[in-house]
């Protein structure tokens, strides 16, 4: 795991500010999962499309590189059957970027949205089965 050390010149005096990139994904995660119509993280690439993650995961789904200040993260999203996959994708890089820069002060670079499934409600299911 890596951090990053934050360059504030002014408060230097105290010290070094570290930041995992742990933290940068906790939160990427709940940034994604605050926008209407995303369902769940995925395990992305490690993890598999199917294998959706609770709250008890929130780093997983994420994958966050730091480089100086600067933050370039990847999230790996289910979202709901039926929602506008193009608008729930920006939707999701606007927040994860407000969120993460405004909690860290780091710059975000760079969000890649990655769409790993589609979550079909049972009760769509259910019609389906009985065609």
């Known amino acids: 795991m890596s951090e990053e050390y934050i360059n504030?010149?002014?408060?230097?005096?105290?010290?070094?500010?570290?930041?995992?990139?742990?933290?940068?994904?906790?939160?990427?995660?709940?940034?994604?999962?605050?926008?209407?119509?995303?369902?769940?993280?995925?395990?992305?690439?490690?993890?598999?499309?199917?294998?959706?993650?609770?709250?008890?995961?929130?780093s997983k789904g994420v994958k966050v590189e730091l480089i100086e200040n600067e933050a370039i993260i990847d999230v790996f999203i289910i979202v709901e059957y039926g929602k506008n996959i193009g608008d729930i994708g920006k939707k999701v890089q606007a927040?994860?970027?407000?969120?993460v820069e405004t909690m860290t002060e780091l710059k975000v670079r760079e969000i890649n949205v990655n769409i790993q499934g589609v979550s079909i409600p049972k009760e769509t299911k259910d019609k389906e089965e009985q065609k």
Do not use: C, H, Q
């Not at 500010?17 to 994904?25: E, F, G, H, R, S």
């Not at 709940?30 to 995961?57: D, W």
């Not at 927040?95 to 969120?99: D, E, T």
């Open 95 to 99: 927040n994860v970027k407000n969120s």
């Open 8 to 58: 504030d010149n002014e408060n230097r005096e105290y010290g070094n500010v570290k930041i995992a990139d742990d933290v940068v994904a906790i939160i990427a995660s709940v940034a994604s999962t605050e926008i209407p119509g995303v369902v769940g993280m995925s395990g992305g690439l490690t993890g598999g499309f199917s294998e959706m993650l609770g709250k008890k995961n929130l």
